[in-house]
């Protein structure tokens, strides 16, 4: 168990945008910082993190809560989990009993692979590092790749002995279950044999965003037609091949700072480049770019530069899958290298200056790049010049943007040495079929709906509970404040009339709402809201300097998951940047007292309305006392009007 004292710190210390924005691409939008949910796949910035509060919102996916909660549901952290991750990113020693055999049974099945997985990487690297054969064998590999020591380190990269049993056998004497082994792919079973998938390969450990490790690349070393040069990890349910990219986590802070991202093949393509100096590079481990992994660069920039080495058969078989990329509305560029050297090779030759200078000099945008190519290719050949003016313009018609399609029409026309009338002519045909098999499904989807008759009533508002809710919300927000308050105290006149007279008195919001409450009478009819009523009233007695951060760190998930909802609600209208619109909306700090005095008016109107309900109700029933409880429908009608007139509404 973390002890409470670490807890407390790491909540304390650490800050949800800078957690946040190791993961997603935020910008300022006023006090707050906005971005691209990672829960969804979205064009529109939805999700929201504010650094006052210290807690964040995904609109799109309704999710939110604390720092911990953002590990919790983004890396599916357990809670020790994500403390330890925090403390790991801030220097915080952890303090911590030791954990039982019992709470290791306990853990559930994909926390058991990770811990397999994070034991196996250290165990490769320790191989690497203390063996003998590691030393010889492993470890010169890497130095003639011309990798460092701090840099073997940095990236965990370790090696496999060449024996059937070495790893499996050593973990399993430390307590990992076979099952475990077998499902992550680090075991081979077959029958009673058991075998080490990566027996004699150097290691390249596959990390998540958050520094995960959900499975290996392994090099075989020796020449072998039977065996694969290179060979990953199985699907597990922690490994996702189409879903992660090497080197993300490395890589991650230095694609938002620089706002690009380069795209390499390999594994040392990764390594070299970063060594050298340039940080913001990611592969996607040999395999066809996926729209999972162009999402996941989409978080951190929105500029893509794909690197390849002089082969230009590889390269026409690269091109087909980068527009995918487009479709994201992503902007792409491509540099090749001099033929027979690839990112490796070159950026080990070369100083930081002069690489950089190199994909500064030679990074041309992709369409325009892609048209040359073709056109090379094409000469005067009529048919392949035709083909390639379809290819062209098919994947241009994956850009979303209006305005870009028409430069990239009018860049290709020049290159391809045809007019922009013929390209503007076939890009609305693909979009005129696009849209007639959108309109196809479409209608094919409403032929679906037409049989399904509603059978329930739309849903009203439940006025009571979004009254209760914006009593929690003030209290969250203004709670420790203090406010001139104008009370209304009922008198009756000479002529026996009702009246309402104002009072001015000085207090904190809380208290005022805790009386105003007390002296109706008036009870929470939502359970969650209750709760969180008596924790927030119980705490801010208590403490007079009350935090908002503090109170959201200190309850249970299901409690800070509502906070935050309610939170940051009235904070959508910043997503729409309505300030550069010239459209300002009103803080309601403006006028607290107010806001306190107009929502607890309208309760009471609520109420007075359902008490007047029971009432008629009751005379059907009762006889003999219709006139007692008819002159209290009368009064509470009048009541009502009054708060009514004090509201400024008509009844």
């Not at 807690?55 to 983004?74: A, N, P, Q, R």
């Not at 039982?100 to 692979?113: F, I």
């Not at 487009?326 to 950026?347: I, R, Y």
């Not at 009072?503 to 939502?526: C, R």
Request: aromatic share 10%; charged share 30%.
């Amino acid at each position: 168990m973390i002890s409470k004292s670490t807890i407390d710190q790491v909540f304390e210390t650490a800050r949800v945008e800078e957690v946040i924005g190791d993961f997603v691409q935020l910008k300022k939008a006023g006090s707050n910082f906005k971005g691209l949910s990672p829960f969804s796949d979205e064009r529109s910035p939805s999700f929201m993190v504010s650094p006052v509060k210290q807690i964040w919102k995904d609109f799109s996916s309704g999710k939110g809560g604390t720092v911990v909660s953002f590990l919790m549901e983004h890396e599916h952290f357990t809670y020790p989990e994500a403390i330890k991750y925090l403390a790991k990113k801030y220097n915080i020693e952890i303090e911590e009993t030791e954990q039982s055999d019992e709470d290791k049974v306990q853990a559930n099945e994909k926390e058991s692979m990770y811990l397999v997985s994070e034991f196996a990487s250290k165990y490769f690297q320790k191989v690497l590092f203390k063996t003998d054969k590691g030393q010889a064998i492993g470890l010169s590999y890497f130095k003639e790749r011309g990798f460092t020591d701090e840099t073997i380190k940095k990236f965990h990269l370790g090696y496999a002995l060449d024996e059937w049993q070495a790893f499996t056998d050593e973990a399993l004497k430390q307590g990992y279950n076979i099952d475990y082994l077998e499902k992550t792919g680090l075991t081979i079973v077959k029958d009673e044999k058991r075998f080490d998938r990566f027996k004699g390969r150097v290691m390249f450990p596959i990390h998540s965003m958050s520094g995960r490790v959900l499975g290996f690349g392994g090099r075989i070393l020796i020449t072998d037609k039977k065996a694969a040069k290179y060979l990953n990890s199985p699907e597990s349910d922690i490994y996702h091949k189409s879903k992660i990219l090497y080197g993300i986590y490395h890589a991650k802070q230095s694609i938002a700072k620089e706002d690009n991202c380069y795209l390499v093949e390999g594994y040392t393509d990764v390594i070299q480049f970063h060594q050298k100096g340039i940080k913001n590079v990611v592969s996607s481990s040999g395999t066809a770019l996926t729209s999972d992994q162009i999402r996941l660069i989409n978080r951190l920039t929105k500029n893509i530069t794909v690197l390849f080495d002089g082969d230009a058969a590889g390269i026409r078989a690269s091109l087909r899958g980068i527009d995918l990329i487009l479709e994201q509305g992503m902007n792409v560029k491509v540099c090749t290298f001099p033929d027979g050297e690839d990112p490796d090779s070159f950026a080990k030759q070369n100083t930081l200056e002069e690489l950089a200078l190199y994909l500064e000099e030679n990074a041309k945008d992709f369409i325009a790049y892609k048209a040359s190519l073709l056109m090379e290719e094409a000469k005067n050949d009529p048919i392949k010049k035709a083909a390639l003016i379809r290819d062209m313009v098919n994947s241009i018609s994956k850009i979303p943007d209006r305005i870009q399609k028409e430069i990239y029409v009018q860049e290709c026309a020049k290159i391809m040495d045809i007019s922009e009338q013929v390209l503007f002519s076939t890009l609305a045909q693909i979009g005129k079929k696009e849209q007639q098999d959108a309109n196809k499904a479409y209608k094919e989807e409403q032929k679906a709906f037409d049989v399904v008759q509603r059978t329930e009533p739309v849903k009203k508002v439940d006025i009571q509970y979004e009254l209760e809710r914006k009593i929690i919300e003030i209290l969250l927000l203004y709670g420790n404040k203090t406010e001139d308050f104008e009370d209304l105290i009922l008198k009756e006149t000479e002529e026996g009339k009702l009246t309402l007279e104002p009072v001015t008195h000085n207090a904190k919001v809380f208290e005022k709402i805790y009386l105003d409450l007390q002296e109706d009478e008036m009870e929470f009819s939502n359970e969650n809201f209750k709760t969180l009523y008596y924790t927030i009233i119980d705490t801010l007695n208590q403490n007079p300097e009350f935090a908002l951060e503090n109170f959201v760190n200190n309850v249970d998930e299901q409690m800070a998951s509502e906070i935050t909802t309610i939170l940051m609600n009235d904070e959508k209208y910043q997503l729409s940047d309505w300030e550069r619109k010239n459209i300002f909306p009103k803080s309601k700090s403006q006028g607290i007292a107010q806001l306190v005095n107009e929502t607890i008016l309208s309760l009471r109107c609520f109420l007075i309305d359902q008490k007047v309900n029971e009432f008629k109700l009751e005379t059907q029933d009762a006889t003999s006392q219709n006139k007692t409880i008819l002159e209290d429908v009368l009064n509470y009608s009048n009541l009502k009007m009054l708060l009514s007139r004090k509201l400024n509404r008509v009844l």
